[in-house]
């Protein structure tokens, strides 16, 4: 495939780290749709490390998933890292470009500092606006659709006065952005909720029912870790049997979608990988001919989003700000 190609509903690829550079580059992936890297990797104009992606990329798809953008950020939108994300664009023409539904940057004094890590946004009418505002302006200065991600968070706002997944749909009507449906995000959220194992699943079931499916655009599976008092989304192992389950709920009401098997820490050969991307591909073979399917049609006119815009919040949900 040309890294021009767009990706099949039923793609499956896997998350291309540092350990498997050579072999995927010497080799090939062979049962792997696509690679997916983080963006921040590969800013650097130059070098070796964007030589290899560029290779890579003329015999594989690209997902570029950015992790320290910042979109909910109120310090405002990183240029320069927007200017050096979008010349790798340029050069790359990635398959798929993602971030996060999350802040990274705060203002202290004259300066803005990046906490390196992505920390969750309220989910009100506030943190839509900044949100949804910054989210047009990269996809209006890329040139490109982005798909936002659900966000693994260890503490919440008091201000959530709407559901995660209506204020989702939300940004998505307002910003013509797609949606990237992390399902181990949601199950570990879910535990450290304080809810047990099988409570968990039919809350995050719930949650996956509430989702536009029109603007869904990709899922994410990965593996997590269970320690004493926390859940850790630390991508460092097999995806979990829960998250199995999600993905057939998923793949039942939303339909097939592109997916990644993220391992990031703990790296298995590169054999292992590929099982998982099979088990991936036998839980999409079990469903009926007519999932397997592109998204439904949505309204992606700037005048439909503007419309969207002055949509009222759903009713009881958008509280005093």
Avoid at 74 to 90: C, P, S, V
Avoid at 126 to 142: C, F, K, P, S
Avoid at 300 to 320: I, L, Q, T, V, Y
Wanted: proline fraction near 7%; glycine fraction near 10%.
């Amino acid at each position: 495939m040309s890294r021009r190609a767009a990706l099949w509903p039923v793609a499956v690829g896997i998350g291309w780290r540092p350990p498997h550079y050579r072999e995927v580059t010497a080799q090939g992936a062979d049962g792997i749709d696509f690679l997916e890297v983080h963006s921040e990797h590969f800013l650097a104009p130059g070098g070796v490390a964007r030589q290899v992606l560029l290779e890579a990329a003329c015999h594989h798809p690209i997902s570029l998933h950015g992790v320290g953008l910042g979109l909910g950020s109120a310090a405002g939108i990183d240029w320069l890292h927007l200017g050096r994300l979008r010349t790798l664009i340029e050069e790359l023409r990635p398959a798929v470009l993602s971030e996060h539904a999350s802040f990274c940057r705060v203002q202290r004094h004259e300066e803005a500092r990046h906490a390196h890590a992505q920390l969750p946004i309220p989910f009100s009418a506030r943190g839509l606006a900044l949100l949804a505002a910054q989210v047009d302006t990269v996809q209006q200065v890329l040139g490109r659709q982005l798909l936002i991600e659900n966000l693994a968070a260890y503490v919440a706002w008091e201000e959530n006065h709407l559901s995660e997944p209506a204020f989702l749909n939300a940004l998505a009507d307002r910003t013509g952005c797609g949606l990237l449906l992390d399902l181990n995000n949601l199950f570990v959220n879910a535990l450290n909720h304080g809810l047990a194992e099988a409570e968990a699943v039919l809350a995050c079931q719930g949650w996956l029912d509430e989702i536009d499916a029109a603007v869904v655009g990709q899922f994410h599976l990965a593996g997590h870790t269970r320690l004493e008092g926390l859940v850790v989304d630390d991508h460092g192992g097999p995806v979990a049997e829960p998250v199995w389950t999600l993905y057939r709920h998923a793949l039942a009401g939303i339909g097939a979608r592109p997916t990644l098997i993220e391992w990031d820490q703990d790296l298995p050969p590169l054999a292992g990988l590929v099982a998982e991307v099979d088990r991936a591909r036998r839980e999409q073979a079990a469903l009926g001919r007519l999932l397997i399917a592109p998204p439904p049609p949505r309204p992606n006119s700037r005048k439909a989003r503007a419309a969207a815009r002055r949509r009222p919040f759903p009713e009881g949900r958008h509280g005093a700000e």
